[in-house]
């Protein structure tokens, strides 16, 4: 019913930039809170960021003032802009979103992307 694709993962030099996308497809009614997380090996997922479908944020507190997540509804598309990189961010990093679906419009239902593997290492 509905995919979400990652994008934009990669090794990176401390102090660095990376900007990953998440795109949801499929058949879908509306996209509403999206979400990246993050896991690195032996850890617990955190969660990186969040944003409604009006645009309201949230941030981790390992991250904030350095990355900035975003949203283009009309793409519906959410990216994570990563400044000042360091090697603690090394990770997994998931895209969420909650879904609603043609077939279902009044249920807003969790998906997961694949997940994009960021490495901070010089």
């Known amino acids: 019913q509905v995919q979400l694709v990652e994008s934009g993962g990669g090794l990176v030099q401390p102090g660095g930039s990376l900007r990953l996308s998440c795109a949801a497809s499929?058949?879908?009614?509306?996209?509403?809170?999206m979400g990246w997380y993050r896991q690195a090996p032996g850890k617990q997922r955190e969660t990186v960021a969040s944003?409604?479908?009006?645009?309201?944020?949230k941030y981790g507190d390992s991250v904030k003032g350095r990355f900035t997540i975003s949203r283009d509804n009309a793409k519906r598309t959410v990216y994570l802009q990563m400044n000042s990189l360091e090697p603690e961010d090394t990770a997994v990093y998931y895209c969420?979103?909650?879904?609603?679906?043609?077939?279902?419009?009044?249920?807003?239902?969790?998906?997961w992307g694949q997940g994009t593997q960021v490495t901070v290492s010089s």
């Open positions: 499929g058949r879908i009614f509306s996209v509403n809170d």
């Open positions: 944003i409604t479908m009006g645009g309201s944020t």
């Open positions: 969420n979103a909650r879904v609603r679906t043609i077939t279902r419009p009044l249920v807003a239902d969790d998906y």
